[in-house]
Nanobody
């Protein structure tokens, strides 16, 4: 599965951005999707996840401000980010987790990553 993320940019504190991530390839094998972020000098951290059925999970730092969603028909996930804070500045990466079977019946579990989109929040 290949992922293409977009929607990052520069925004003032309190502003909003919407990230998108489009999947291609073995899209029917995708189960969960999510967003992670990596701030300068810090480790990559989980932001939010969403299952194929729409169940969501959020990091405590973004609860109530960010909303993850997905359109299975378009093979696309979104991250609506409201009330942005300077601490949200990071490169945001989308991911897709999935399972498919080889011709010999052996399972392949994978996690694919998008290329990252930069979000900068100024104070």
């Amino acid at each position: 599965v290949q992922l293409q993320a977009c929607g990052g940019g520069l925004v003032q504190s309190g502003g909003s951005l919407r990230l998108s991530c489009a999947a291609s390839g073995r899209v029917r094998s995708i189960t969960d999707m999510g967003w992670h972020r990596q701030a300068p000098g810090k480790q990559r951290e989980l932001v939010a996840t969403i299952t194929r059925n729409g169940d969501t999970n959020y990091a405590n730092s973004v609860k109530g401000r960010f909303t993850i969603s997905r359109d299975n028909a378009k093979n696309t996930e979104y991250l609506q980010m409201n009330n942005l804070e300077p601490e949200d500045t990071a490169v945001y990466y989308c991911n897709a987790d999935g399972l498919y079977y080889n011709d010999d019946g052996s399972p392949v579990v994978y996690r694919s990553w998008g290329q990252g989109t930069e979000v900068t929040v100024s104070s």
